[in-house]
């Protein structure tokens, strides 16, 4: 079997890699300085000039990117590389609505899914595979990334992107196959049904690759002993190209991070201090190898820690471990990243006021999320039937904000519970980061 998807790159002394590091760093520096009007501003802003920066260890020098900056910027004004030289986009929801938008050149595609490449033959993927890619197609990233990432290592690829259950099974069932890759709560629910159908002696897996979302060890051992696989973690953001940021090997013991093309910090969320190596931090990384949407120092909220540790794969990467939380307020639900800010702004435009609460839960396998919001003192002398039309009217709103469902209700004035301090807006049941 196949250990390694670029085995020179994967298991390359940590001397190579610093090397390659600093000098694809530099380079990107002045790639973006060269083009990169908005992220120049920022360098000006805070005194630093790229003559400042002779290596890596000046990059704390840099300012930090933001969620908040790619929405000012938005659409194009993080791009580092002319339009004309990009082919595609992917997006993700915003802070306030407004899509992260991450574009690509050729060669930035290639790359990434070079990266998803090597968290498919970490988990055993050969060219005899069948990679039945359940990840949204489309705007999201999971199911272009895997699917790139299969077609390179050769396998037979499923483009068969999320839902509809019965023709995943039969897919699974007939063509046999091998690795899944979809959001681990997908695959429990994927799991469920296969026992519910009795099927489970016709499925061929050994392998899943599941990430998006967070998941605990306890659902990791669910998954695979319904299954009978592997189940293997792979992290990756949009703004960054998408999964394969960091991936597991057959350790799973933690993600390695593809660090020829990644710079990895932690740092604290509060004070934006840079953290040593081996601390519970935010990860903020430094793509060192893309041309249309190199980020330098982007905050990614997730909380998680580093370490580099003899690996008994043999690749060297320093690896992190599961997010285990968020230092903002997003929430991840049915694998779409979702912010309170964006429930508040439909709520607002369609007349409601900000006295609301979010309730996320899990049932069985499946998130759900509710929204309760109080009515106004002119809906308040309105007919119930009146009241389910703008009940169906703000859940229209919400999924075309959201793109997904979620069950509103307009419920009594003053029932919200008033909170003297910060408000509660979000009741988050599931228990996700173990
Ligand atoms: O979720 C990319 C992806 C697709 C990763 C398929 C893995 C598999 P976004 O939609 O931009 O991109 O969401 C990124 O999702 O900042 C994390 O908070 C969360 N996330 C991603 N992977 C994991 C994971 C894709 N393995 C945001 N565990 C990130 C926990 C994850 N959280």
């Given at each position: 079997?196949?250990?390694?998807?670029?085995?020179?790159?994967?298991?390359?002394?940590?001397?190579?890699?610093?090397?390659?590091?600093?000098?694809?760093?530099?380079?990107?520096?002045?790639?973006?300085?060269?083009?990169?009007?908005?992220?120049?501003?920022?360098?000006?802003?805070?005194?630093?000039?790229?003559?400042?920066?002779?290596?890596?260890?000046?990059?704390?020098?840099?300012?930090?990117?933001?969620?908040?900056?790619?929405?000012e910027a938005y659409p194009y004004g993080l791009?580092?590389?002319?339009?004309?030289?990009?082919?595609?986009?992917?997006?993700?929801?915003?802070?306030?609505?407004?899509?992260?938008?991450?574009?690509?050149?050729?060669?930035?595609?290639?790359?990434?899914?070079?990266?998803?490449?090597?968290?498919?033959?970490?988990?055993?993927?050969?060219?005899?595979?069948?990679?039945?890619?359940?990840?949204?197609?489309?705007?999201?990233?999971?199911?272009?990334?895997?699917?790139?990432?299969?077609?390179?290592?050769?396998?037979?690829?499923?483009?068969?992107?999320?839902?509809?259950?019965?023709?995943?099974?039969?897919?699974?069932?007939?063509?046999?196959?091998?690795?899944?890759?979809?959001?681990?709560?997908?695959?429990?629910?994927?799991?469920?049904?296969?026992?519910?159908?009795?099927?489970?002696?016709?499925?061929?897996?050994?392998?899943?690759?599941?990430?998006?979302?967070?998941?605990?060890?306890?659902?990791?051992?669910?998954?695979?002993?319904?299954?009978?696989?592997?189940?293997?973690?792979?992290?990756?953001?949009?703004?960054?190209?998408?999964?394969?940021?960091?991936?597991?090997?057959?350790?799973?013991?933690?993600?390695?991070?593809?660090?020829?093309?990644?710079?990895?910090?932690?740092?604290?969320?509060?004070?934006?201090?840079?953290?040593?190596?081996?601390?519970?931090?935010e990860l903020v990384f430094t793509s060192i190898?893309?041309?249309?949407?190199?980020?330098?120092?982007?905050?990614?909220?997730?909380?998680?820690?580093?370490?580099?540790?003899?690996?008994?794969?043999?690749?060297?990467?320093?690896?992190?471990?599961?997010?285990?939380?968020?230092?903002?307020?997003?929430?991840?639900?049915?694998?779409?990243?979702?912010?309170?800010?964006?429930?508040?702004?439909?709520?607002?435009?369609?007349?409601?006021?900000?006295?609301?609460?979010?309730?996320?839960?899990?049932?069985?396998?499946?998130?759900?999320?509710?929204?309760?919001?109080?009515?106004?003192?002119?809906?308040?002398?309105?007919?119930?039937?009146?009241?389910?039309?703008?009940?169906?009217?703000?859940?229209?709103?919400?999924?075309?904000?959201?793109?997904?469902?979620?069950?509103?209700?307009?419920?009594?004035?003053?029932?919200?519970?008033?909170?003297?301090?910060?408000?509660?807006?979000?009741?988050?049941?599931?228990?996700?980061?173990?």
């Open positions: 079997m196949e250990l390694y998807y670029q085995k020179e790159i994967e298991t390359a002394s940590p001397e190579q890699i610093r090397e390659w590091q600093n000098e694809r760093f530099l380079n990107t520096l002045g790639h973006v300085w060269e083009n990169n009007k908005y992220y120049k501003k920022k360098m000006l802003e805070k005194g630093v000039i790229p003559e400042d920066i002779h290596s890596i260890d000046d990059m704390w020098k840099l300012p930090y990117l933001t969620k908040d900056d790619l929405r791009m580092s590389a002319p339009l004309s030289d990009c082919v595609r986009i992917q997006s993700t929801s915003g802070t306030t609505g407004k899509r992260v938008v991450a574009f690509y050149t050729k060669e930035d595609i290639d790359l990434w899914e070079d990266c998803c490449a090597r968290a498919i033959v970490a988990a055993g993927g050969t060219k005899e595979d069948v990679v039945q890619v359940c990840y949204g197609y489309g705007l999201f990233t999971g199911g272009n990334g895997l699917h790139g990432g299969s077609h390179k290592v050769g396998c037979l690829t499923l483009p068969m992107s999320s839902g509809n259950t019965e023709r995943q099974l039969q897919f699974m069932v007939d063509l046999e196959s091998t690795i899944l890759c979809c959001t681990p709560s997908y695959a429990a629910y994927l799991a469920e049904s296969i026992h519910e159908k009795g099927i489970r002696n016709d499925i061929k897996l050994k392998a899943g690759i599941f990430g998006a979302e967070a998941w605990t060890e306890e659902m990791r051992k669910d998954i695979e002993s319904r299954l009978g696989i592997k189940a293997y973690d792979i992290y990756g953001l949009t703004e960054l190209s998408g999964p394969g940021v960091a991936f597991e090997c057959c350790e799973q013991t933690g993600m390695h991070i593809n660090e020829d093309h990644f710079i990895v910090e932690t740092i604290d969320p509060e004070t934006g201090k840079v953290l040593p190596e081996g601390e519970k931090g190898t893309k041309r249309a949407f190199p980020l330098l120092r982007y905050r990614t909220k997730d909380i998680a820690v580093l370490k580099r540790e003899k690996c008994s794969c043999g690749r060297t990467f320093v690896k992190m471990s599961k997010p285990m939380g968020r230092s903002d307020d997003m929430l991840i639900i049915k694998g779409v990243n979702v912010f309170p800010s964006q429930i508040e702004t439909v709520l607002l435009n369609q007349g409601l006021t900000s006295n609301y609460q979010i309730v996320v839960d899990r049932v069985g396998t499946t998130d759900s999320i509710e929204i309760n919001v109080e009515m106004t003192p002119e809906l308040f002398s309105d007919t119930i039937n009146t009241i389910e039309i703008r009940e169906r009217q703000i859940t229209e709103a919400m999924k075309s904000m959201l793109g997904i469902y979620a069950k509103v209700s307009i419920v009594e004035p003053k029932s919200i519970i008033r909170s003297e301090g910060k408000a509660v807006r979000v009741i988050d049941k599931r228990k996700l980061y173990g």
